[in-house]
């Protein structure tokens, strides 16, 4: 099985430290303070990556959208996801509130974000 | 994904993983690739979390994720979750919540508080092993000394299996793809046996980060869904994260 795979490669080495078309970069590092409040710890890194995060929820609507043409579905599952935020336990709560609130992404789409892993396990 | 757990010669373990995602998640023509596996790369950030100034646990994440899928606490052991496939999956969990029943922990909750309270492997091992799960995952699991490693497969409800290390049996290395370790993987989708064959050809030996990152570097276990690579020592915490890309030919998972 393994000799029929067609994308398979023999083995490689010497690719350390990582350089060449299957090294993308480097990402940056933040600090997660655990002693502020849990409502503020991601601020920095949000201001950041807001632009980046509402990208990719945008685009996970638009597949929903294309599935299911009218946003009704995207639109429901975001009104869920509120109603879902207040049952999750605190600190994770607060975070994702903290979250939604500095990015600007909607708080449903920040929860959907959060349980995507219980979602695609079938 | 593809997550190894190893130890060298001299009884120092190494901890890496391929964090692999978006498959079906729209496809990017133009540039052969998935849509979201793209999309998140620049979301990717490297973590340290900090109590009174004082590094707890550091992990890879992507913003606005606050669970935790790669992991390492400084000293005492290092963590990753692979996605584990099931009929019996996270949706029904969801369901569970939503009806009341809540005694399930959201599997990225449960990596935070696991990276973020136990100070130990053994104490790790047991949290990942005996709390009740929303979903089914594979964590795999490294110690700060010789033999402590392993990959517990869990239902939602239960361990289905514990696979450890055995330096004595010959067993020095656990790779887990996205497939229960007693079952073939899927033809279509064998990660599991290129990255054992690269492995036994290092041989425990030249076994380094360095070298597990050449595993990690391999098609197919590198693939057009591999978002990033960490590499891992339990030692000082030491984490290191590349965003990868994955030039044709290569296959899409």
Redesign the interface.
């Known amino acids: 099985?393994?000799a029929g795979?067609?994308?398979?490669?023999?083995?490689?080495?010497?690719?350390?430290?990582?350089s060449g078309?299957?090294?993308?970069?480097?990402?940056?590092?933040?600090?997660?303070?655990?002693?502020l409040p849990p409502y503020k710890r991601?601020a920095n890194?949000?201001n950041?990556?807001k632009t980046?995060?509402k990208?990719?929820m945008q685009?996970?609507k638009n597949?929903v959208n294309k599935f299911f043409p009218g946003s009704k579905i995207a639109d429901l599952v975001e009104v869920k996801m509120v109603h879902?935020l207040s049952?999750?336990?605190h600190p994770?709560r607060e975070?994702?509130e903290g979250?939604a609130n500095t990015?600007g992404?909607s708080l449903g789409d920040?929860v959907l974000?959060?349980?995507?892993?219980?979602?695609?396990?079938? | 994904c593809t997550s190894i757990v190893a130890e060298d010669k001299t009884g120092k373990l190494y901890h890496a993983r391929n964090l692999d995602f978006g498959l079906f998640l729209g496809w990017d023509i133009k540039n052969s690739s998935w849509t979201i596996t793209q999309l998140l790369k620049p979301l990717v950030v490297a973590l340290a979390f900090q109590r009174n100034n004082k590094t707890i646990f550091k992990s890879t994440n992507f913003a606005g994720y606050i669970g935790m899928l790669s992991g390492v606490r400084p000293g005492a052991f290092t963590l990753t979750m692979n996605e584990r496939f099931s009929i019996d999956g996270g949706y029904l969990g969801i369901l569970e919540w939503i009806l009341g029943r809540r005694d399930g922990m959201w599997m990225g909750f449960l990596t935070r508080a696991v990276l973020e309270n136990s100070t130990s492997y053994e104490e790790a091992k047991e949290k990942l092993a005996k709390t009740r799960l929303l979903a089914p995952a594979y964590f795999i699991l490294g110690g700060n000394k010789p033999g402590q490693g392993c990959v517990i497969t869990r239902s939602r409800a239960a361990t289905l299996d514990i696979w450890d290390l055995d330096i004595k049996q010959g067993t020095w290395f656990l790779v887990e793809t996205n497939y229960d370790r007693w079952k073939p993987p899927l033809f279509l989708d064998n990660r599991r046996d290129p990255a054992k064959q690269c492995l036994n050809q290092i041989k425990q030996e030249n076994l380094s980060l360095a070298t597990i990152y050449d595993v990690l570097s391999t098609k197919p276990v590198l693939n057009k869904l591999t978002v990033y690579t960490t590499l891992m020592a339990v030692d000082g915490g030491h984490t290191e994260t590349y965003l990868r890309e994955c030039p044709e030919p290569c296959c899409p998972w």
């Open positions: 099985a393994l795979d067609p994308f398979r490669e023999d083995c490689r080495n010497k690719t350390y430290p990582p078309p299957t090294y993308k970069g480097t990402v940056p590092t933040y600090i997660i303070n655990l002693d991601w890194v949000m950041d990556k980046e995060l990208k990719v685009n996970i597949l879902l049952s999750l336990p994770f975070e994702i979250i990015s992404a920040v974000f959060n349980i995507f892993y219980e979602i695609f396990t079938v």
